[in-house]
């Protein structure tokens, strides 16, 4: 076996590793909830103004696009339905995912990094104080709260983004609207989402803080450190989405 391969696998065995030691040190985290609710904070409110504005738009040319494609079929009253089911099941936890990588995942690397690169994270070692307990732990479970709750606040403002193009601009009669999406959307659809949201925000969580406190303690590293954070972090969104979609479906 070549040493590409080895390194690969190597690489795995120490991202399981850490998540192992991450998911261990949750129970003690929580005994300080302060932190991670600044933390939450952090990942979180600090990133919906990004998701809100996504969401809209993003709910406005589904409403567009959706219109476009019912009124072919003469079922523009569906509008609702298939706006609900796209964005609830599959475009907000998706596209949330994607902006929360990019928004708060990247804050995350970088800020730990810089600690490594500073030598804080040492600071904290010498001191017997455990560096992924203080830092590392509050960190992540920010991120993996603050995650499911953007996206269900992209998919409500998505499904008035749509609702403000289809009623108000095409016309669609608004009773259909709402009627037909409360008796098409089932809690198993909204399940699906929650499940996929919570799986991303622990998967671009672990990612952000493993690339941060393993980076290089250099600007350059802390830089290539925040670059692998969004481009797997992104990656691994769509590869899971997919999975989970199979899986559910």
């Known amino acids: 076996m070549s040493s590409g391969p080895l390194a690969s696998i190597r690489e795995v065995g120490r991202y399981a590793l850490f998540v192992g030691g991450l998911v261990a040190e949750v129970p003690r985290a929580l005994l300080r909830p302060g932190l991670v609710v600044q933390q939450v904070y952090n990942a979180g409110a600090l990133s919906l103004v990004i998701v809100m504005l996504s969401g809209l738009f993003v709910g406005m040319v589904l409403g567009l696009q959706g219109f476009d494609l019912l009124e072919r079929f ?63 732990v509050p960190r992540f479970l920010g991120g993996v709260i603050s995650m499911p709750l953007l996206a269900a606040i992209f998919s409500m403002i998505g499904i008035y983004g749509a609702q403000l193009v289809g009623v108000q601009m095409m016309g669609v009669d608004p009773g259909q609207f709402w009627s037909q999406m409360r008796g098409a959307v089932e809690q198993a659809d909204v399940m699906e989402g929650v499940i996929k949201s919570v799986v991303f925000g622990l998967s671009c969580s ?24 969004v481009v797997l972090s992104s990656v691994m969104v769509l590869l899971l989405d997919y999975m989970l979609t199979a899986i559910l479906l």
């Open 206 to 229: 672990a990612i952000a803080v493993y690339e941060g406190f393993h980076a290089a303690p250099t600007a350059e590293g802390v830089g290539r450190a925040t670059t692998r954070t």
């Open 74 to 136: 003469g079922s523009e009253e569906s509008l609702g339905t298939a706006a609900a089911l796209g964005l609830v099941k599959e475009l907000g936890p998706v596209v949330t995912a994607l902006l929360f990588a990019g928004r708060a995942g990247t804050a995350l690397a970088s800020e730990i990094g810089l600690m490594r690169a500073t030598d804080q994270l040492a600071a904290m070692e010498m001191m017997a104080v455990d560096p992924v307990r203080r830092v590392v």
